[in-house]
């Protein structure tokens, strides 16, 4: 069996590096990765962390490109990357504008496809955007739906698409397991990364801050700015924010918040500086899906810099609060939760309804035709 893996993204390459890893193992399958060139640097960087060299690169990537001049250019690279390679499968992972392209690009060439993280749904086009409708053509192309949940297994089957549905758990709590692993069993690392963020003061409690996301540009980000700013005044929290370089997100981050002593903005972050900085974390405050299926993990209070949310799971469980772009909002929340001990610990659950660990496992297994036992939270798995 031929397989080819598309991704492009930071995200997408976390969360498919453990299937790539598993198939790659198989001699029964022959796995391509082709990648997109988008996010070059930090791409590279979780590549080399799950030791994978791409064997196609589409460097599709222009300065100020539309997303339309995107999709463009990966859906012209797919015919070429098809033509060659001949697979008789293209996996994708969730819903990013290179997965849309890639997945539309293999409909064209009738060569089935594979959804790794289908059927999450808010069903609002404009929250999150463009990802509500990617992921939603991506779902009615694919005949593989590898489904996160029982609810975005359910999404699926209520649209009634073709194709089989089968609950895997996430893809990224298989990574993130690793990358744990890793820290806690390699002093060397470990050290490493303590000696990188000694500069935090561990008298202080940390907030830990991402956000990136197109829907929040503009007044969005004023928003979030503005209430870190206020929440920086409290002589208790230390705040540190790795900044996404698109000028959309420097521009009122550096303008708003640079020169406070207890706020660092630093450059993007490693997976491992990142997952060291989570487990660190008192309180996350992030507008990234991954981040919410992450830090359910550590028992951290999230707080989703969002409006909506497709992954709905943790809200459920009590680990995430969506408390949208709003300043009032998002302090009040934060200062709820370094305030008052017992709604911290209402909030910080060690509970994870996002995966176990196997989600490569039963996504190898299914693309053998192999019998797989679904993902049930909680369940004990040998």
Known sequence: MRVICVFGTRPEAIKMAPVVSRLRR?????????VT??????LTQVLDLFDITP???LDVMVAGQTLNGLSARVLSGMDDVFNSIRPDRVLVHGDTTTTMAAS???FHWRIPIGHVEAGLRTYDLKHPFPEEMNRRIVDVAADLHFAPTTLAASHLASEQLAGRILVTGNTVIDALQEAVAKIKNTPRLRESLEKQFSFLDSTRRLILVTAHRRENFG?????ICEA?????ERSDVEILYPVHRNPNVTGPVFTHLSGRGNIHLIDPLSYYQFVYLMERAFIILTDSGG???EAPTFGKPVLVLRSVTERPEAVAAGTVRLVGTNSAAIVEAVMTLCDDPAAYARFAQAVNPYGDGHAAERIHASLLGRPVEAFEPGRRVA
Do not use: K, S, W, Y
């Not at 198989?26 to 082709?34: A, F, K, N, W």
């Not at 870190?228 to 920086?232: C, D, G, N, S, T």
């Open 104 to 106: 539309l690009a293999a």
């Open 228 to 232: 870190l700013a206020r929440i920086a």
């Open 55 to 57: 064997d196609i690169n």
């Open 26 to 34: 198989d001699p029964l399958i022959q796995t391509t990765v082709c």
């Open 37 to 42: 060139g988008q996010h070059r640097e930090m």
């Open 291 to 293: 981040v919410q299926e």
């Open 219 to 223: 007044a969005g980000f004023e928003g």
